[in-house]
């Protein structure tokens, strides 16, 4: 009689099909959702380093523009610029102001069509 009883509280602790279902559902939300976080946090790595390279192609061109000891002619250009093995453009527009002692130099950095950064600055007369 001892032994039935030790049988019978056995199979009375066994997980049922849909407890192990329930449980591997839960289990398929939560991996999910970790990798919907580990993309987003790829996806904003890889912004961060578009961002930066972009901004020092952005100074690379207002600095030329402030460094040519003469205003800028007024107008729109480009020019293409690689950082780290990825190329962009750098879209200048040179704007004149209410002081004609001075010119807005606007710098929007492109990759590919989607804008990536924007930087303006302020030349003046040397």
């Known amino acids: ?18 407890e192990v ?3 591997l559902g839960i ?3 939560a991996l999910m959702a970790g ?3 580990t993309a987003a946090l790829t996806r904003n790595a890889q912004r961060q380093s578009d961002v930066l390279l972009a901004q020092s192609c952005a100074e690379n061109e207002l600095v030329k523009v ?3 000891k003469q205003m800028p002619g007024v107008g729109d250009s480009s020019v ?7 190329v962009f453009t750098v879209a200048l527009a040179v704007r004149a102001t209410p002081n004609p002692n001075f010119l807005r130099v606007d710098a ?4 590919g069509e989607a804008t ?5 600055t302020v030349v003046g007369r040397y």
């Open 1 to 18: 009689m001892i032994t039935g009883q030790v049988v019978k509280k056995f199979h009375a602790r066994g997980f049922t099909l849909i």
């Open 21 to 23: 279902l329930v449980a």
């Open 27 to 29: 289990v398929a939300i």
């Open 35 to 37: 990798l919907q976080a």
């Open 66 to 68: 402030r460094l040519a």
């Open 80 to 86: 293409a610029c690689e950082q780290a093995g990825q």
């Open 108 to 111: 929007q950095v492109l990759s």
């Open 116 to 120: 990536v950064l924007r930087l303006s």
